[in-house]
């Protein structure tokens, strides 16, 4: 992953973390709590592609898992979020820009429900049978409805950040010289600056050659007169 790329994942996922930790958790609303670190993963693995969305989805995961009040074991989410982020970023365009909100939101949709589910799956492996006492349904429901709530508001925003970031010229030079000049030609500075100087030589030339054209026919006349 480049540096910028890291360093705004690392930013967007530290900043989501903390919202929902001293925010959202504390609202006390009836079943799930509105997962924007599962947003974030989202919008970022969407620009970026499977394999950062898994390494970014593992990241954000990890910081859930330590984050206080932890109750689980640790890695337990940065499983669910890591298959998460490789999947949607599966998903991932060419361009990085998606033409329609249709696709984003089925895939909170799908994201919601997965989550929890492999989140109760895995608790059950390890032990954690909270997810019975609470109602899996009743999770499942009020994590789509909520993230479905919160994403019109943070997955388009945090995709336009990622793509701002991911295009920026200077950071995506990674061979010196020859990549930030080939940068400043593709924007048309260079090529314009290249074109006048390569048509003011050609000009040169050709002035300098009817010169030296018409000397050498003034020399023939003033021969044939004598």
Known sequence: MRFNRMLLSATLVVVALVVQVSVLSRLQLPGAVP????LTVLGLSLVYGHVSGALIGFGAGLLADLAPP??????????VLCVIGYLAGLAKPDNGQLRSA??????????AIGSTLLYAGVGALVG????????LPSLILTAVVYDL??????VPWI?????RADNDPLAESTGGATD????????GTGLRIGSQRSGGLRGGLRAKAARSRAARAGRIKGVKRL
Request: hydrophobic share 55%; glycine share 12%.
């Open 159 to 163: 995709m336009a950040l990622a793509r």
């Open 180 to 187: 930030v000049s080939s940068g400043w030609m593709a924007s």
């Open 35 to 38: 997962d924007l670190v599962l």
């Open 128 to 135: 954690d049978t909270g997810a019975r006492h609470v109602g």
């Open 149 to 154: 709530l919160l994403a019109p508001f943070t």
């Open 70 to 79: 932890a109750d689980h074991a640790a890695g337990r989410y940065a499983l």
């Open 102 to 111: 249709v696709g984003p939101m089925a895939m909170v949709v799908g994201a």
